[in-house]
């Protein structure tokens, strides 16, 4: 199993502005990944932090709006960069031990962007 | 396009009854199919995992079946409790390792 940390819990931001989320693991683990989810929808995969190296995104969303860093195997954080009203949504870190196996999510980021 | 459809009503039941829960997806070949529980302002916690050759999963009080012609999952909770309220979220696991989530079932147990 894997306990994660993410902070901080909820923001409230200013247009314009960015806002650095992070996600910190107990335990070494392979692979992290980095979920959207707006209200009454499903978690949107962002992208793929690989240790080491740059971030793989997924369609739609850009390392400049995005950047991810992780920089080891228990630590990654998420940038929304020049946020917008509707970069409000929570941002949720998880992390898997390989493909058959469960998923573990930090509790979220509520960002709120006025 | 690839698309994961759960129940679009929120499923409002009475306590000791059974809800069922649908998944649905178009365009997927998962391995495993999984299901998570959801609670405001909280992230997903793992419930269950089912593999493609498997129809029928149990763990305590829930169950679910897996039909990959249907293409479809069912998730039952018995004997329900109100502290079984939440949102839950099926998720189709492919080979790329890459969890793909449909939107989420909130269920509500009235005592």
């Known amino acids: 199993s894997a306990v994660i940390s993410q902070k901080p819990s909820r923001d409230i931001c200013q247009r314009g502005t960015s806002l650095t989320i992070q996600c910190q693991v107990d335990s070494q683990v392979t692979m992290m990944f980095w979920y959207r989810q707006q209200p009454g929808q499903s978690l949107t995969l962002i992208a793929t932090a690989n240790q080491g190296s740059e971030a793989t995104y997924e369609s739609g969303f850009v390392i400049d709006k995005f950047p991810i860093s992780r920089p080891n195997l228990t630590f990654s954080t998420l940038t929304v960069s020049n946020m917008s009203p509707e970069d409000s949504s929570i941002y949720l870190c998880?992390?898997?031990?390989?493909?058959?196996?469960?998923?573990?999510f930090g509790q979220g980021t509520r960002l709120t962007v006025v | 396009s690839q698309k994961i459809e759960q129940n679009s009503e929120a499923l409002n039941i009475q306590e000791g009854k059974t809800a069922t829960l649908t998944c649905n997806y178009t365009n997927y070949s998962p391995a495993y199919l999984q299901w998570y529980r959801q609670d405001p302002g909280r992230g997903p916690v793992f419930l269950l995992l089912i593999r493609e050759n498997e129809k029928e999963k149990r763990k305590e009080r829930l169950k679910v079946t897996f039909d990959t012609t249907l293409k479809q999952s069912l998730f039952h909770i018995t004997a329900s409790q109100p502290a079984d309220s939440a949102t839950y979220l099926c998720a189709l696991d492919t080979n790329d390792y890459k969890l793909s989530f449909g939107a989420g079932t909130t269920v509500t147990v009235r005592a």
């Open positions: 998880s992390v898997r031990m390989g493909v058959g196996t469960e998923a573990f």
